[in-house]
């Protein structure tokens, strides 16, 4: 999830600030503030290629009094700049909560410092940074209100200047993406379809917004005749997308259309690894997904599977029988509990506690929180399996394919789902030795994720190096993949049972399938000390983009992959893809469960 592009731009604005003579800034702060202040901002444009400098320059802002405070020791045009920089570092970290209480005072300033009701670019790019926190938080409809504001302030700006058109465009795209997200295609295409009615004549359609419109179109409407307007509009809409290389889903889909003999969907993209990873976060995937995505759906649905799937509670719903069944056990002072946000990603907002905190924390004396604000509070695994001392993980892939209608070249079929368990995956190590001792270490003990936190030490290994590592341990390696086997066709299938249930605003369209695409997915395990492996997480959004050369080659081929086999599955030779080979590529990957 990066948050580069807002960021930097907010960054520019506080070097502007940042350039006041020191005699002005002397006579406004003091200078151990105004030194804060500058190595604040700096850790924060860092923050965009490392997300380590992220931790450091959230611990710098929420030192600066005027920051964190109500005290306003920076010139008033510099505020709106200061609490946005703060916000991006905080939703770096995965804090998106508290970056949407920065994200609002930013904006507050921006209303104090503004000399007319007309948008500025700052503004909105913080409007927009505060939209996708709200999408990572799952609040899909409180993002459309967001990204709506941004369409009509936009509307009511004359200046047709470059930048309001990109930010308009963007606004509309993830306004229809969140309608998407909830499964609701017909507030999609009507939020698009809107945006296209108030183009000028003179300027062409961002090619993302025409490829998505053209795409819903024929979701809205596959069974009609090639001579229907609609389809005929979406015919046109999806050539200009494709033409412009902006995403391989469009080109995949008028390919498959048009019904070309030489399907070659990607030929026109220069990096097609960057333009996978960016597609399997297409808003054409299955909206039910977040019944895995979301950690307190998906316990409701496993916590009965319990060789694979840890004790845990939902709170503050389930503090009571937390209480009950672990009153007698407060005192061990023992590390027994993860606390996770239903909607956190790469182990941010994690907090590991005892017993006695947990139930400190959800004491009677405390109001409720709303639904949206559950936690998932999950027994650690104990002990774990260690190799070379330290905690690790693995990320297993997944691709999987939804049941229904699919295009072929012969013609609409009706498809079952598909899974394929990649045997490619990642080792990711904890940064510190693990200890069973409490220390002030524990984070960089237990938590595994590589985009966690500190880029300059994590470490990852393929299971090639795993596999070796239990060979020369005389572990069974071939049991312990088949367990994770096992524990994932279990996942998949309850899921598929429940696929296209209605769960809160979210319900699947009947014709996701439709396009064929491939979903990749990402299983996160650990192994205790007998080798057992016990699912943590599943990730809807896995971080596809390599983030050093050891993850490069797995990445790479599980995508490779998974397109080979979407391609095999419609009934096209996967010819085409062999010239997007990945370096080191070790054969084909997926097991079909």
Not at 150 to 167: A, E, F, K, M
Not at 192 to 197: G, I, P, Q, R
Request: net charge negative; proline share 4%.
């Amino acid at each position: 999830m990066m948050l580069c592009t807002a960021a930097s731009r907010i960054f520019l604005l506080c070097c502007v600030v940042a350039a006041f003579s020191s005699a002005v800034v002397a006579m406004v702060i003091s200078p151990s503030v105004a030194s804060a202040t500058k190595s604040a901002m700096e850790l924060s444009n860092k923050a965009n290629i490392d997300p380590s400098f992220a931790e450091e320059a959230c611990k710098l802002w929420y030192s600066i009094p005027c920051v964190n405070g109500n005290d306003i020791p920076l010139p008033l045009a510099a505020m709106p700049a200061a609490h946005a920089l703060y916000a991006s570092t905080l939703a770096r970290v995965g804090r998106d909560r508290e970056a949407l209480v920065q994200h609002d005072k930013s904006l507050l300033y921006f209303d104090k410092c503004k000399a007319s009701e007309q948008i500025t670019k700052a503004e909105a790019d913080v409007l927009l940074a505060k939209s996708k926190s709200l999408q990572r938080l799952m609040r899909y409809r409180d993002a459309i209100v967001v990204l709506k504001e941004i369409s009509s302030r936009c509307n009511d700006t004359p200046d047709n200047v470059p930048w309001l058109r990109l930010c308009h465009s963007e606004a509309i795209e993830r306004a229809a993406l969140c309608s998407m997200r909830m499964g609701d295609l017909h507030s999609s295409i009507l939020i698009l379809e809107d945006f296209e009615k108030s183009t000028h004549h003179d300027e062409n359609l961002n090619p993302n917004v025409a490829g998505m419109l053209g795409a819903s179109l024929l979701l809205k409407t596959p069974s009609k005749g090639k001579n229907d307007e609609s389809y005929l509009k979406a015919l046109q809409l999806l050539q200009y997308a494709s033409d412009a290389a902006v995403s391989p889903i469009y080109s995949w889909v008028y390919h498959l259309v048009t019904e070309k003999a030489d399907f070659n969907p990607f030929d026109s993209f220069i990096n097609i690894y960057a333009a996978f990873a960016e597609a399997n976060n297409s808003p054409f995937d299955d909206a039910g997904l977040i019944k895995l995505d979301d950690k307190v759906r998906l316990h409701s649905n496993l916590n009965e599977y319990e060789n694979f799937w840890p004790l845990g509670y939902v709170l503050p719903r389930e503090k009571d029988a937390l209480a009950r069944e672990w009153a007698s056990k407060v005192d061990s002072g023992k590390l027994t509990w993860m606390l996770k946000d239903r909607a956190g990603y790469g182990s941010h907002g994690n907090i590991i506690a005892t017993t006695t905190e947990v139930l400190s924390m959800y004491d009677s004396s405390k109001s409720a929180n709303e639904q949206e604000e559950s936690k998932l509070c999950q027994q650690i695994v104990h002990p774990p399996m260690l190799l070379n001392g330290c905690k690790f993980s693995l990320r297993v892939y997944v691709v999987y394919f939804p049941e229904g209608a699919v295009l072929t070249p012969k013609g609409k079929q009706t498809l079952g789902s598909e899974v394929y368990l990649s045997t490619e995956g990642l080792v990711k190590f904890a940064s510190a030795l693990y200890s069973d001792e409490t220390s002030n270490d524990i984070d960089n003990q237990y938590m595994t994720n590589s985009g966690r936190g500190d880029g300059r030490s994590s470490k990852q290994e393929d299971f090639l190096y795993l596999r070796n590592q239990f060979n020369e341990n005389n572990v069974d390696y071939e049991e312990m993949w088949m367990n994770i086997r096992t524990s994932i066709q279990l996942v998949m299938n309850r899921y598929s049972s429940k696929q296209h249930s209605i769960d809160g605003d979210i319900c699947t369209s009947d014709n996701v399938s439709y396009f064929g695409l491939p979903k990749i997915l990402g299983f996160d395990f650990i192994l205790d000390d007998k080798t057992n492996p016990w699912l943590l997480e599943v990730n809807r959004f896995p971080g596809l983009d390599p983030r050093a050369a050891s993850d490069s080659r797995v990445k790479h081929s599980v995508q490779y992959d998974a397109w080979i086999a979407a391609t095999e599955r419609i009934g096209f030779s996967a010819e085409h893809m062999k010239k997007f080979c990945p370096q080191d590529y070790k054969g084909f990957s997926l097991e079909k469960l």
